[in-house]
């Protein structure tokens, strides 16, 4: 091998580039953020152990009373403001927000206010509400979103949210039911072509729903007016 060719051979590169350098010379602040990492990883547990994890305890010990409220419609005052002994849904949903006990809270609360005809409180909880998964709650809570906006004549809204209320966790119980309320939307709306095909989506789908006994009638009326 020639002189220039031994000038031209060079140290093979290396493939971390030069992070052993980068680690030497920042070893105190990689420190410093380790430590801030574990801090946030201990304050974090901490918070679901010793802070959230009493809140929702004692929020589900309080709620009963309420609920037993609900079930009443002469007493939906308490259940809503409470007795004086027990809290109701609006304290609970807001003293201890992000519980399970709270988030049950604001959809009882947004049924509540429906029944009361207070349209945007209705609004204002239900839409407080987070999914749990529940097969039966999460379309109830859409759906009477869509009741909500449907009665503050918001009908682009209400349709939006009876359009989810069906397709969520579909079921021969729930959809055909707002599968109904979105085709009388769309009439109200002067969209009988849409109208008919969410009927007639019921006649198809959920024939022993029943919504579906009586819904020839419907059919016949929006397509009498297209």
Do not use: H
């Amino acid at each position: 091998m020639s002189k220039d060719q031994k000038d031209k051979v060079t140290e093979p590169s290396n493939p971390f580039g030069n992070t052993s350098k980068f680690v030497q010379e920042n070893t105190k602040s990689l420190a410093v953020i380790g430590c801030a990492i574990i801090a946030l990883v201990l304050l974090y547990f901490g918070y679901q152990k010793f802070y959230l994890a009493p809140r929702a305890e004692k929020a589900a010990n309080e709620m009963f009373k309420a609920e037993e409220y609900a079930a009443s419609d002469s007493l939906a005052d308490k259940a809503i403001k409470g007795d004086g002994s027990y809290p109701g849904f609006e304290k609970i949903a807001e003293e201890y927000s992000n519980t399970k006990s709270a988030n049950i809270a604001n959809a009882y609360l947004g049924g509540l206010y429906l029944k009361k005809g207070e349209f945007q409180k209705a609004v204002d909880a239900l839409g407080k509400y987070s999914n749990t998964g529940s097969p039966v709650i999460d379309p109830l809570v859409l759906g009477m979103l869509g009741d909500a906006y449907s009665e503050l004549k918001d009908y682009n809204k209400a349709i939006t949210y009876y359009k989810k209320a069906a397709d969520k966790n579909q079921n021969s119980f729930t959809t055909p039911i707002y599968l109904k309320k979105l085709a009388l939307v769309y009439e109200e709306q002067k969209d009988y072509k849409s109208a008919v095909e969410a009927y007639k989506k019921i006649k198809t789908d959920y024939s022993d729903s029943q919504e579906a006994s009586v819904i020839d009638t419907y059919i016949a009326r929006a397509e009498a007016r297209l």
